[in-house]
């Protein structure tokens, strides 16, 4: 045997509400830190959440950090993500582009496989469209996107919102609604359709450890 140790499996999975059946899994993309060095030495840290940079580099490189959801926090949910500016003083100014959502894409037939629940709208925890019909969805490849929470139910509203890059075939970004200071998390609002679609929806990512290894997660 060669002894090399097997890495952390990290599996996104969706079922229904008060169903132990598990409608849609994947195993989650993880890969090696995209962070070169001014030698050209690369990363050697792994990331699945926040792909792909890890937590060390991606306010280097992105100006964005993750940790504890605050707001979520404050309604009853912890130990659940969230992303925030990182850098000094006004982070992002009104109208920035905070990232892209460069999710996979996907078609409504893989949509209806996924997330189809009879008569509720398919719609999934990190799916969003664009003008042209366009789906996305980060489950399976957990950008920095993804991490985005909804304050709905908080007494803190939306510092941004989801738009189509119209310099770049309207694929999706995060812009900023107003500035955001270092350490302000980044919220958007989901709409109601997405809500209206997540009421039966029971969402349950988790890592499965193969063997314990040097493993280094965003989360």
């Known amino acids: ?5 097997k890495k952390s499996v990290m599996q996104f999975r969706a079922r229904q509400s008060g169903s132990k059946i598990i ?13 070169y060095f001014n030698t050209r030495r690369r990363c050697k840290r792994r990331v699945c959440i ?13 100006k964005l950090k993750t940790k504890e959801s605050k707001v979520l926090k404050d309604l009853g949910l912890p130990n659940n993500k969230g992303i925030y500016a990182s850098g000094k003083n006004i982070v992002f100014k009104a109208g920035d582009k905070i ?46 996107g993804s991490l985005l929470n909804d304050p709905k139910g908080s007494n803190k509203e939306a510092n941004a919102e989801f738009q189509d890059d119209v310099t770049n075939n309207d694929l999706p970004i995060i812009t900023a609604l107003r500035d955001i200071k270092h350490d302000e998390e ?15 929806l029971d969402i349950t990512p988790s ?4 063997n314990r290894g040097n493993v280094y997660y965003n989360a």
Not at 1 to 5: A, D, K, P, T, W
């Open 99 to 144: 990232a892209d959502y460069n999710a996979e894409k996907i078609n409504m037939k893989e949509l209806e496989k996924r997330y189809d629940y009879g008569e509720h709208d398919n719609t999934g925890p990190y799916v969003i469209s664009n003008e042209k019909g366009e789906i996305f969805d980060a489950a399976c490849t957990r950008i920095p």
């Open 23 to 35: 409608q849609f899994k994947c195993p989650v993309k993880c890969g090696r830190c995209e962070y």
């Open 1 to 5: 045997m060669s002894g090399r140790r």
């Open 50 to 62: 926040g792909y792909p940079y890890c937590f060390q580099h991606l306010p280097k490189v992105m």
């Open 186 to 200: 980044i919220l958007v609002s989901y709409g109601p359709d997405y809500w209206a679609g997540m009421d039966n």
């Open 207 to 210: 890592v499965r450890l193969l």
